[in-house]
């Protein structure tokens, strides 16, 4: 995705998303290793729905391994099983005794009807971390029903409803409040025989919600990445062999993120020696740590390489295709390697910076901080014609939409879009990351008409 590193400057707006509601933790509870017995008179009767599944509380699987992969590379075995897996599992998931530290919520059925080690697959169905969402959702609609003397998982249509409504009163976009509803979904008791997402009355309120509150995202991008790579071929990222470890490594971060459209939970499972890491002459290709799971679980998503470009290599013809250069990914990740190199580095590709400390393993908040730093610092330090102001909100998930827009723009294939983003479908990039980059082309039509009064 050359295409996007030669940008021509354009107007910016401000805006953007929202930020998530703090998530709820979950209490603890034991379940019984009887599991063929049942309680008769405390069966809970469900109908499960065919684009929901019905699961039980987010805590019901143990928590996920903290950030960073330092951990070896050996493909561990499942527990009770005489073969290797072809994907290795984290070990803090893989042990089926962690089920007896699961958290209070419905079954899957409403009784133990399943063994602990199928329970545990069934529960795997959802990421944790979209378990951990729900549950603070579904907290949060506990807590509005308790001061209204409402049992949440029995409640009325119309108190669920008008949830919604105080939720849209608070300022939750459309969006956001379709995934309370989802979440409320996961416990609620059905009503009518229905889920509530496929209630009709649920539906109508949505389609008046969506005409009298239409969901609005920014059509111009937020920042100009024209300035920020100017910057980023000027002191103090150049030059790039002496500059200090701080500013090679967000320019370093940078670069794949604009290059390679990932999401930063895929940059930060990044691993930084052989296979995961080979320069060839033309390319770097990376993959990610072999634990890692992605958003989306599938062979397709799995399995793809991040591949970055070389970008006007050496021997250069002329000065611009020197300074060019500087923009170079397979570049900037040797010196980066080259400089982080020690004996106890863990697998990780990006480190902390801090130079008090030995290399650690960061988080994926860190690593979107230093790209929304690193834009703040090219903002700040421009000057002359490219002096703008610092826009508001910017987030390190505008490099997806950024880099797609732009490659698009470029004349590059969607289809090649969309496999290095990994998107499946060409309609998630035309509906949530294309972005009017070309806006100012707009005003030609007005300007032709106005030339009549020559």
């Not at 378990?131 to 108190?159: D, E, G, I």
Request: proline share 10%.
């Amino acid at each position: 995705m050359s295409q996007i590193l030669l940008q021509v400057r354009r107007t910016n707006l401000s805006g953007r998303r929202c930020v998530p509601p703090p998530l709820v933790p979950a209490s603890p509870l034991c379940v019984s290793s009887d599991w063929k017995g049942s309680s008769k008179g405390h069966r809970r009767q469900c109908i499960p729905d065919p684009h929901h599944t019905v699961l039980a509380a987010s805590s019901l699987v143990p928590r996920p391994p903290q950030p960073g992969f330092s951990g070896s590379l050996d493909s561990p075995t499942v527990p009770g099983s005489s073969h290797t897996t072809r994907r290795p599992v984290a070990t803090s998931q893989s042990s089926v005794s962690q089920i007896d530290s699961l958290a209070t919520a419905p079954t899957l059925t409403g009784d133990s009807a399943f063994p602990p080690e199928v329970l545990h697959i069934l529960l795997a169905s959802r990421a944790p971390a979209t378990q951990r969402s729900y549950a603070a959702k579904w907290a949060r609609f506990q807590r509005w029903c308790s001061t209204r003397l409402v049992h949440p998982s029995t409640s009325p249509l119309a108190q669920v409803l008008r949830y919604l409504t105080s939720l849209q009163v608070c300022g939750l976009s459309y969006n956001s409040i379709r995934l309370h509803l989802v979440a409320i979904s996961v416990y609620h008791d059905p009503v009518d025989a229905v889920s509530l997402v496929r209630h009709p009355v649920v539906k109508c309120f949505f389609k008046g919600l969506l005409r009298l509150h239409p969901p609005l995202r920014p059509p111009v991008p937020v920042w100009d990445l024209n300035l920020v790579l100017q910057a980023l071929m000027a002191p103090p990222f150049e030059p790039l062999s002496v500059v200090p470890l701080k500013f090679l490594t967000w320019k370093t971060l940078f670069l794949v993120a604009i290059t390679s459209a990932r999401q930063i939970g895929e940059l930060n499972a990044l691993v930084s020696y052989s296979p995961y890491t080979q320069f060839l002459h033309d390319k770097v290709l990376l993959r990610t740590h072999p634990k890692f799971l992605p958003k989306v679980v599938s062979a397709f998503h799995l399995n793809q390489s991040i591949v970055l470009p070389t970008f006007h290599p050496p021997p250069h013809t002329s000065p611009e295709a020197e300074r060019l250069h500087t923009l170079d990914c397979a570049r900037a990740l040797r010196l980066y390697l080259d400089r982080t190199v020690t004996r106890r580095r863990p697998s990780q590709l990006f480190l902390s910076i801090r130079p008090t400390s030995s290399p650690r393993p960061v988080s994926k908040l860190t690593l979107s901080s230093w790209i929304t730093q690193l834009i703040a610092y090219c903002y700040a330090s421009a000057s002359g014609p490219a002096l703008q102001e610092i826009p508001p909100h910017v987030t390190a998930h505008d490099l997806r939409a950024m880099a797609t827009t732009w490659a698009n723009l470029r004349l590059a294939p969607l289809h090649e879009i969309c496999r290095a983003a990994t998107w499946s479908r060409i309609h998630t990039f035309a509906k949530h990351y294309c972005l009017d980059v070309e806006s100012s082309a707009d005003a030609s039509l007005g300007s032709t008409v106005l030339q009549a009064a020559l």
